[in-house]
């Protein structure tokens, strides 16, 4: 309100009028995403859009954006920019609506996506990429065109720039080509610039990097960001307003430090209490008998020997170099870094998935493992029920009969519906296919699991469940976990100790609670953040 | 420049893995080609002689070598059925048939390319199944009864073209094109038929992929989107298709040649081998895997322009 009387009252770019977004059913009827919503944003202003997945937060930008897949349906009573409606809902002519999207997207307003090496051409050189927007929107000459691009890759802070122009996005790092879409993105300074889970795919060091610069951006351009996230911590530092969505509708709406401080609606309460922060609970079960080693890791290194043609060296890279160490009984063991640090190479080896190492690794149980993506470790086409049971056809003799019950059972310990035996893996959520990824792990009843960041594809929400699954399990069938992850609230959440690695090196081992609160290296303060 | 010298080196060291093959496989099977030109009735003495003069008798390596030394030469010995040199049997038919693919292949190109874009662009439920419709019949009729098809319509009843009036390029090289349109229509649909569905299916698999959202975010006209983006990522896969049909193609088609009575590769490989004419044969499959060879070599160059992403191998 008192944005309103003031002199430097902010005008509204950005009006988004109760608009829905539907998809037809494949048994027919439709299925409605986002329900009648509205919402605003300021010149200038950020907007964060929070909200688990399939709460419509992605459909409402790619909706503002006009970026819809085809079979979705679009009404309500309009999405205004500048006063201007971008689409009428069938009362403009398509063609028109086609044109004036063509003429603003990429000049007035433009987006980057989550994915940033799937959102880049394969084909097509950084140069050639970058140059488009000013070749559709511009009468730049040549060497004018050059000249904007190299100081836009210098504003998103990428070195190099004239060697950058001839690089194919395979040659980037992740970090590199989520800059390279940012600058693209911002080349023809617009005035909106619409986020959809930008950091989610990065690591959390260059995580916190390119939200600082986007904020940094948003703030000298006077460009207004529609930023969405389920990482409500990210939010909370970029946005000064934000929007929970569930289900397709807003819960609710506000500046920042009201909504994180003092939120209203019990559902943001719980998406708040669900983010995971603060130390591990019940530290006194942390006394519980250790003292036997149930891995042992001496010296291991790993070398990567690239493939070898017929007339080329073999190239070798040293993803883990000389690392030592040993999980107890019972412990749960914390490996963090950032993405290539080694860290799923040293679980591999531990798991025997890889057999080329040097070293001595001494593992006196049973080992099961978990991945990372639940969508693609578990075959599609199949049935639960046949995946749980596939582990105990190999390991076991037990008779059909002994085999299914102890699906069933299975099914009870990880929270599961009992007729998900019959269902197939595609027709699960995330969180769904993670149990079922930590049910057939278990099913064999081993002592230690190792899991390759089992939460990170999850958003928050069933991350937490997820990490509380995991907890009771281990609690009551007294397990060794080692939990591979880059997110440092998880680790502490979950972890007893903590081993910290850097380019194939550990940094830093301790306690969790002592690692925390007292990082001895510089790189796990940074790490921290 | 690094990576063009190794896949040179490379291409010629399984010419020469092939060639020895082939070489082989003559060596193997159980056949006496003294004998054979003797026929059952030569005496013992006469067959060791002919073998002897034939250089039948030396060591095995010697002869590859020799077989070798004469193929980089062009020389293949003699056939045993025309009792000319094989090089000269050859030269004559390989105008046809190598006149026969290139005709055909541009065909396939040429018409594959845009009814795929077109095909790949259908949206409707009519559209789409039209397109499934005509791709299938394409495929599923078989080649000879296509070659008679086109020889009764166009050579019988529009009388477009006399069948059997096969003329050389070099004599008559429109003569020779409305001659040879014909029969490359019969060894294009079937092919065009596969082409399009496969340009189709990967051009729609690439409409859906991140960068398109990406080009249209940028404010790229859905032309602009197909010609620029999603084409060059669809045809990587396309081109590595083509080159096998090309290969195929060029190795000569046994039932075309038959049906439009055109004296090519491919019919000369099955009278030679009815009439055990190993030096022909043996010429013409060393032709043939040496198409393949070369073919695929110049798929990878074009695939690596194509594709960035294809580092050294």
């Not at chain 1, 970029?238 to 920042?256: A, F, N, S, T, Y």
């Not at chain 2, 060291?13 to 093959?21: E, G, I, Q, R």
Request: hydrophobic content about 45%; aromatic content about 6%; some cysteine.
């Amino acid at each position: 309100m008192i944005d309103e009387t003031n002199a430097f009252a902010k005008t509204t770019l950005l009006r988004v009028e109760s608009l829905s977004v539907a998809f037809p059913k494949p048994a027919g009827g439709e299925k409605t995403v986002v329900n009648r919503i509205s919402f605003s944003v300021k010149e200038g202003e950020i907007l964060g859009i929070a909200g688990e997945s399939g709460s419509g937060k992605s459909m409402t930008a790619l909706a503002v954006m006009g970026l819809l897949p085809d079979n979705a349906r679009c009404s309500g009573e309009g999405i205004f920019f500048d006063g201007r409606n971008l689409c009428a809902f069938g009362t403009k002519a398509k063609k028109e609506e086609e044109k004036l999207r063509q003429e603003l997207s990429g000049k007035e307003m433009a987006m980057i996506f989550q994915e940033p090496l799937t959102s880049l051409n394969p084909v097509l050189t950084v140069g050639k990429q970058l140059e488009e927007p000013l070749l559709l929107h511009t009468k730049l000459t040549e060497e004018e065109r050059h000249k904007v691009m190299l100081s836009a890759l210098a504003q998103a802070e990428l070195k190099n720039g004239e060697q950058l122009l001839s690089a194919y996005p395979h040659q980037l790092s992740g970090g590199m080509r989520q800059r390279v879409m940012i600058a693209m993105a911002m080349i023809n300074k617009p005035r909106l610039l619409i986020a959809d889970e930008p950091t989610t795919a990065l690591d959390a060091v260059t995580e916190r990097e390119i939200v600082k610069l986007i904020r940094k951006l948003a703030k000298e351009n006077r460009m207004s960001v529609v930023f969405i996230s389920h990482d409500l911590a990210v939010l909370r530092e970029l946005c000064d307003r934000v929007m929970i969505m569930k289900d397709g509708q807003i819960v609710e709406e506000g500046p920042v430090e009201r909504i994180f401080e003092a939120p209203e609606r019990t559902y943001t309460k719980k998406l708040m209490k669900a983010a995971v922060k603060g130390p591990k609970e019940g530290t006194e079960e942390a006394t519980r008998s250790r003292e036997e080693n149930v891995i042992v890791a001496e010296n291991i290194c790993v070398t990567y020997k690239g493939t070898r043609g017929l007339f080329r060296k073999k190239e070798e890279k040293q993803a883990v170099k000389n690392v030592s160490f040993s999980v107890k009984r019972g412990e749960i063991f914390g490996i963090v870094g950032e993405s290539g640090c080694g860290k799923s190479t040293l679980l591999k080896a531990v798991s025997g998935l890889l057999s080329e190492y040097e070293g001595n690794i001494r593992c006196d149980s049973g080992v099961q493992m978990v991945f990372q993506d639940p969508y693609t470790s578990l075959n599609p086409a199949k049935k639960v029920g046949w995946i749980l049971e596939e582990p105990l056809r190999l390991k076991t003799t037990l008779s059909k009969e002994e085999r299914q019950a102890r699906v069933r059972e299975m099914l009870k310990e990880t929270e599961l519906p009992e007729d998900a035996a019959g269902r197939r893996v595609a027709e699960l959520s995330g969180g769904q296919r993670q149990r079922v990824a930590i049910a057939a792990a278990l099913i064999t009843k081993p002592e230690l699991v190792l899991l390759d960041e089992p939460v990170s594809a999850l958003d928050v929400t069933v991350q937490a469940q997820i990490l509380e699954l995991l907890l009771r399990l281990q609690r009551e069938h007294n397990l060794t976990y080692v939990f591979v992850s880059h997110d440092m609230a998880v680790v502490r959440k979950i972890c007893d100790r903590v081993m910290v690695m850097k380019d194939g090196c550990v940094v830093e081992c301790g306690e969790t609670e002592e690692l925390f609160l007292q990082p001895q290296q510089e790189y796990t303060k940074k790490l921290l953040g | 420049m690094n990576y063009f010298i190794k896949k040179t080196i490379a291409l010629l060291a399984t010419l020469l893995v092939a060639a020895f093959l082939t070489f082989l496989a003559f060596e193997v099977i159980p056949s006496d080609a003294a004998l054979t030109k003797l026929g059952m009735d030569a005496t013992e003495e006469e067959v060791e002689a002919l073998r002897e003069a034939m250089g039948l008798n030396r060591s095995l390596p010697v002869r590859y070598g020799d077989f070798l030394l004469g193929a980089v030469k062009g020389d293949f010995g003699d056939s045993v059925q025309y009792g000319i040199p094989v090089t000269r049997l050859l030269a004559n038919r390989f105008g046809v048939t190598i006149g026969l693919a290139l005709l055909s292949f541009v065909l396939i190109v040429g018409i594959s390319v845009p009814v795929g874009i077109l095909a790949a662009r259908a949206k409707t439920k009519t559209g789409e199944g039209f397109f499934a419709f005509l791709t299938q019949i394409m495929m599923a009729v078989p080649p000879f009864f296509l070659g008679m098809l086109i020889t009764l319509l166009f050579g019988i009843v529009l009388r477009w073209f006399a069948p059997g009036s096969y003329v050389a390029a070099g004599d008559d090289f429109f003569g020779f094109l409305r001659f040879m349109v014909f029969p490359a229509m019969a060894v294009a649909i079937p092919k065009i038929g596969m082409t399009v569905r496969f340009l189709q299916s990967s051009l729609k698999e690439q409409m859906q992929a991140d960068y398109v959202r990406t080009a249209k975010s940028k404010g790229c006209t859905k032309r602009r989107v197909l010609w620029a983006h999603v084409l060059r990522n669809a045809m990587i896969p396309v081109v590595t298709f083509l080159t096998m049909v090309m290969a195929e193609i060029l190795a000569g088609s046994i039932v075309i040649e038959q049906v439009f009575n055109l004296s090519g590769i491919g019919r000369l490989l099955a009278v030679s081998i009815s009439g055990r004419d190993y030096p022909v044969v043996r010429a013409i499959v060393l032709y043939t895997t040496a198409v393949v060879v070369v073919l695929n070599y110049g798929a990878d160059m074009l695939c690596r322009f194509l594709d960035p992403r294809i580092k050294e191998m």
